[in-house]
């Protein structure tokens, strides 16, 4: 039976009440799991629902109350969310879902939760630059590795806990990724990609000690920023066309991916549920940045817009598990998701998460309803 999840924050589910929220999305509309975000970015949202503050606000942090003990070997500890001071957002969530035989995982920003590369400077990404991060911590560096694996043992021995998905697991400079810092220059994803690439001390010792020339790699990286600033336009460069006549700079990012995956394997082993990797869905160059997929238990395969689900859906059939951006689900879209979640159990996807339940309007509801109907029907025929 397809398995259909909501994500959701702690707070949109706290505010309006966790047991009128989950009788309605269990009972009404079908949904048998939630994924609620706990290590979670900064955030400002506007919500759908008549709930006070109608602005909700954070600088992000983690949304729950850490276990010392799993932190003792890292001198990077998580950062508590001010809001849940004389809450316990998980524990209620969790038996309220159990109450209910629902699912629940928990989602953890494993690059970018709020505050900590403030917290952390020198844990913070660098770029090629040497500007440290303020949104990013790097995940090359020895104490976040620490603090990630005491955060996956951490949440995944708590009761009723089935699944922990890391997102932004990645080695970066995140704030390449924002529009406003690149002004009026259209620059595409492959200059964002080597942007963003991390030159921090970390990076720069381990890949030094295997092998890499990580000098050689950093001017590279200069050069053709520089070239690409003076032009003011985009390329039409592939990330792999970059690598393949870069020696160094291939290295580099070889060394990444292994770095990456080595820190996944060992999450693996420290998760006492599933762990499962949330992945942005993206036509190219994902190799470059993605660590080993065959190591965690389920490989979510991330569709933020629409117009490529085609692609989305046969790239997540191979990873058996696809989330679906709430425009799928409002106004004009809501038959293409009845169509895309059929069509997603017929190519074999066992497990769809849909986002976000705090920020989809009542009247997505109904076809979210109607689309894990019918996906289920496909099922049993
Ligand atoms: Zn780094």
Same mark, same amino acid.
């Given at each position: ?116 590369? @403030?917290? #952390? ?8 630059? *040497?500007? /440290?991060?303020? +949104? !990013? =911590?790097? %995940? &090359?560096?020895?104490?976040? @590795?620490? #603090? ?8 995944? *021995?708590? /009761?009723?806990? +089935? !699944? =922990?998905? %890391? &997102? ?214």
């Amino acid at each position: 039976m397809l398995r259909a999840f909501l994500t959701a924050y702690p707070w949109d589910l706290i505010d309006e009440g966790v047991a009128a929220v989950l009788d309605r999305l269990h009972g009404e509309i079908g949904v048998t799991g939630l994924s609620v975000w706990i290590g979670v970015p900064p955030i400002v949202q506007l919500r759908v629902r008549e709930v006070r503050p109608r602005v909700y606000r954070t600088r992000g942090g983690v949304f729950f109350h850490p276990d010392e003990q799993h932190y003792t070997g890292s001198r990077c500890k998580p950062v508590v969310s001010t809001w849940i001071r004389g809450r316990q957002p998980l524990k209620h969530i969790a038996e309220a879902c159990a109450e209910r035989a629902m699912e629940l995982r928990v989602i953890v920003s494993a690059a970018i939760t709020g505050r900590l590369a @403030q917290r #952390y400077p020198e844990m913070a990404s660098k770029n090629v630059f *040497g500007i /440290e991060s303020h +949104a !990013g =911590v790097c %995940l &090359a560096n020895p104490d976040v @590795q620490a #603090y990630l694996s005491g955060l996956v043992s951490d949440l995944s *021995g708590r /009761e009723n806990i +089935a !699944g =922990v998905t %890391l &997102a932004d697991f990645e080695i970066a400079w995140p704030e390449a990724f924002q529009d406003d810092l690149w002004g009026a220059k259209p620059l595409g994803l492959t200059e964002r990609s080597l942007f963003a690439t991390c030159f921090c001390e970390s990076c720069h010792q381990h890949a030094t000690a295997a092998g890499v020339d990580v000098g050689m790699a950093q001017r590279s990286v200069q050069v053709i920023l520089q070239k690409i600033l003076d032009a003011g336009l985009a390329t039409d460069w592939t990330l792999d066309a970059v690598l393949s006549d870069d020696a160094p700079l291939a290295e580099y990012y070889h060394w990444r991916t292994e770095e990456l995956s080595s820190l996944l394997r060992r999450l693996v082993n420290s998760c006492k549920c599933e762990l499962l990797l949330d992945r942005p869905f993206a036509e190219a160059d994902r190799q470059h940045t993605d660590p080993d997929l065959s190591l965690p238990a389920a490989v979510i395969t991330r569709l933020d817009h629409p117009d490529r689900l085609g692609s989305a859906l046969s790239s997540a059939a191979r990873r058996n598990e696809l989330r679906l951006p709430e425009s799928l689900a409002i106004a004009a879209h809501g038959p293409e998701l009845v169509g895309a979640l059929s069509r997603a159990v017929e190519l074999g996807v066992t497990s769809v998460e849909i986002d976000n339940y705090g920020l989809l309007p009542d009247a997505a509801l109904t076809p979210i309803k109607q689309a894990i109907r019918f996906a289920r029907r496909t099922t049993s025929e």
